[in-house]
């Protein structure tokens, strides 16, 4: 069994607004192996972002982790101080960010931005950080990279930022590697082409990776285990198989079913009708409930606890025995919807 890398426990996230504190992560658990890719999915302002942000310690100012901890090789991470966390940050902890446009600074050439982490955290001279940036921009295929160098953000393709906020990643060979929405924006082509870096950087790196998405599709590429977050909360985690398989929560099941098949002429998207609830919104019960067609009275009043299913999967449902991918009878198996069949 490979080594536990990264271990979340009973994460709370609070955010101070003018309303009063607002639970942004509501008591979330996981944790990353080495060599292994956890997906996080759900809709947008379900806590995915807030979640990876809390990990690296890059909360906005008015946001802070209330409660529960977060654990990298089993020392604890969560309340170092900012000086202490900055030695971690872009050293065993990396980042690729959702927008790389907002990410680097529009100011600076990229081999600033490329060659600080190492001159910083590897005490490499300007000039082997310079040596060494241009061989990272190599390594994520990047074309013509002596010149690219000397370029500045906005003079990149959006393909061509990302592949930099990878090599800025990757430069010092982290043990774990959060990548928050790495393909928004890009063509299929480019996403295909960054999944397979951040796939082949894994596995030559023996690093954990963190992949936030909404995209089922990325999920099946990429995932070795899937943790499903609903409203600040996490709902279900599985094996990638087990999740496209036998998922047991309602809302597992409905982001698949809005998965298109094209196979299948007669096959329609099933949307998942209201909307996510807003983060002061109070909800008795399972927070899914004004949502789900399989709600009763029980899970109006009673939150669900974390249940184990089965190996590897556990879910929060009062219904996960009787409810199934219903309707998704006629789905494809995780290989078609990777390919995007």
């Given amino acids: 069994m490979k080594e536990t ?37 759900g809709e947008s302002g379900c806590g995915k972002s807030i979640t990876s942000l809390s990990v690296m310690g890059l909360l906005p100012s008015n946001g802070y982790i209330s409660s529960g901890e977060v654990l990298l090789g089993g020392k604890p991470i969560h309340n170092l101080h900012p000086e202490e966390m900055r030695k971690i940050r872009g050293n065993q902890i990396a980042m690729i960010f959702q927008e790389p446009m907002t990410a680097l600074n529009p100011v600076l050439r990229i081999g600033y931005q490329l060659t600080e982490p190492l001159m910083l955290h590897h005490k490499l001279t300007k000039k082997q950080a310079y040596e060494q940036g241009i061989k990272l921009l190599e390594q994520v295929g990047m074309p013509y990279p002596e010149k690219r160098i000397k370029q500045y953000p906005h003079e990149l393709s959006g393909g061509m930022r990302q592949r930099v906020m990878i090599a800025i990643a990757l430069s010092c060979r982290p043990e774990l ?72 929560h309602p809302y597992t099941i409905g982001l698949l079913n809005s998965v298109p098949d094209i196979d299948n002429p007669e096959f329609e998207l099933e949307a998942i009708p209201g909307s996510l609830p807003s983060l002061d919104e109070q909800i008795s019960g399972c927070r899914f409930h004004p949502r789900c067609k399989f709600a009763t009275d029980k899970c109006r009043i009673e939150s669900p606890p974390e249940l184990n299913v089965s190996n590897g999967h556990t879910v929060s449902c009062w219904l996960h025995e009787e409810v199934g991918l219903d309707g998704g009878e006629n789905k494809e198996p995780s290989e078609k919807i990777a390919s995007g069949a």
């Fill in 5 to 41: 890398l990264l271990e979340v426990n009973n994460l709370v996230t609070v955010f101070r607004t003018k309303e009063g504190k607002l639970p942004a992560v509501r008591d979330v658990s996981f944790s990353i192996n080495k060599g292994e890719t956890l997906c996080v999915v």
């Fill in 177 to 248: 590697l959060i990548a928050d929405e790495p393909t928004t924006a890009l063509d299929v082509t480019i996403q295909a082409q960054i999944l397979d870096l951040i796939k082949e950087s894994k596995e030559k790196l023996d690093m954990g990776v963190m992949m936030v998405t909404h995209d089922m599709g990325v999920v099946a590429e990429v995932a070795d285990r899937v943790m499903v977050m609903y409203a600040g909360k996490k709902v279900e985690e599985a094996p990638v198989e087990e999740i496209f398989d036998n998922p047991k």
